[in-house]
């Protein structure tokens, strides 16, 4: 009898797990189908939706217009140099914080590890002043910098660089090699796999902040893409026709769906490894 | 030494100096152009009397309220439903993360595009079944429950994925003891899983507290904060003193409150997670 009803529940779990992945995805299909539709359609009637005819249009104006491109090449500069300064930072202090020895080296460590406590709220404004103070706003390094602070990556890179045995270090020692050599050629590369998790966290983190670039970026050309897409929004529905403005959203979702498919396995691996530190 | 030094500039730089101008900040009349004059805790006593404040404290905890329990309780049955290697399973756990790479922008004008009355997907099913359109976003009924909803959606994977990982760390042979004891299902459930994962739930819910608690893109997008200041969560009303009235002070001393209802949560955090490596 067991089995019976074990497989009964099983199949009630299928059923029921199924149709709400279909409701997570229902949103999503309406905004792509109504994408491929000429916005002047749209404009008497958004069930036309459901019938032809089709068309690309809206994602030729895109490509052929000037902004959407501007935005998404901003996002990828700001993202791709977040992350590269995160590791290469995160690397060097995890570096320093699990294998040299100087004077109050714990007690800084402590310091940075209280520093995962602080909400943007609470450093956003004094941030905002600086960058005014020093003219700086509308510029890559603004959209940037701010970001390279984040603790979360010491931690992380210290944790991996304590968890590599010393032996590794002295044997190259005893071979007379520097310590920065020792540092850059033997022991950064075991640490790849902590750098692919912090290398795609970050990314995806530059690539979807809102409130920095939205109060930094106020130059229409310095927009990110993800603070681009909520500009467009301010008059919506009359703009430039809901067509187009879904098929910028389709154009900005669509990377980054990309590469979570790709990457699925690292990318949820660093984002459980970042919530549970 | 040399090695930890470009770090800890930027450190002090970007997270030290703008906290402690923000602390300074917010005992002073600041406006755009600066510090004005000091004012001691002028700022913090108009706060607490100020209603539309108290309504953002209230909205905030009233949103917490709303998805907190729902995203931890979910993505708890979801990681139990999908603990299996099947292609069936896999496939579920990627749609059910999927959403949560977006950035709040794109997942706003999405759910705009789903629950405007006019012309929006839950209006044309409305008016295919013969109802009237409820305008979701404007109704004071309503807002924060679409909201709710709109962030469920789009953050249901991140619980279901930590509770997957430590699912996965509970021994196999515990079940299998159990299965020789003919235990029920929902006996093993209370009896070994739960309490297996209780660090876990205990984590998650924490989590999901701290960052709910930021609630900012969803109602600055989609209601601004309205209406009648329905969907006006605190980091809202930090951004508008800030940003659109320019009140530097106020809005600092609105963001130290926060900050110390975070730091509070997070107090809890570190100690689950401090117990976690003690064992």
Known sequence: ?277 | MLFVMPYLCLFILMLIVPLAMGIRLSFTRGDLFGIKEFVGLENYARLLADPVFLRTVWNTVYFVILTVPSLTIAGLLLALALNRETRWAAIMRGIFFASFVLSVTVVTLIWRLVLIPNGGLAGVIAKAFGAEPISFLGDQNWAMLSIAMTTIWWGIGLPMVLFLAALQQVPRDLYEAAALDNASRSRMLFAITLPAISRTIALVLVIEIILQFQLFGQPQLMTSGGPNNSTRPIVLFIYESGWSQWQLGYASAAAQILFALIAMVAMVQYRISSRKESR
Request: proline fraction near 5%.
């Open chain 1, 1 to 277: 009898m067991p089995a019976i009803s074990s497989r009964r529940f099983f199949y009630v779990q299928v059923v029921v797990v199924t149709l709400a992945a279909g409701l997570m995805l229902v949103p999503l299909l309406w905004v792509l189908i109504l994408s491929l539709k000429d916005s002047a359609a749209l404009m008497s009637d958004t069930a036309s939706a459901f019938s032809p005819p089709y068309t690309l249009e809206n994602y030729a104006n895109i490509i052929g217009g000037q902004q959407v491109s501007t935005w998404l090449l901003n996002s990828t500069i700001v993202s791709l140099a977040m992350t590269a300064g995160v590791l290469l930072l995160s690397s060097l202090a995890g570096y320093g914080f699990s294998r040299l020895e100087f004077p109050g080296r714990d007690a800084l460590f402590v310091i940075v590890l209280l520093g995962l406590a602080i909400p943007e709220q609470a450093v956003i404004i004094g941030r905002h002043q600086l960058f005014s103070a020093i003219s700086m706003h509308n510029s890559y390094t603004a959209l940037v910098v701010p970001g390279l602070s984040m603790p979360f990556g010491v931690f992380l890179m210290t944790q991996y660089f304590r968890a590599i045995p010393l032996e590794i270090d002295e044997a190259a020692r005893l071979d007379g090699a520097s310590r920065f050599r020792i540092f850059w050629r033997i022991l950064l590369p075991l640490t790849i796999p902590a750098q692919a998790t912090l290398g795609i966290f970050t990314f995806f983190q530059a690539w979807n902040d809102y409130w920095w670039p939205l109060v930094s970026a106020t130059n229409h050309d310095m927009l990110t893409l993800t603070v681009g897409i909520a500009s467009t929004q301010v008059n919506f529905a009359q703009a430039e026709g809901l067509g187009f403005l879904m098929a910028q959203a389709v154009f900005a979702g669509a990377p980054m769906l990309l590469i979570y498919v790709i990457f699925q396995k690292y990318i949820v691996r660093a984002v459980a490894g970042a919530a549970g530190k």
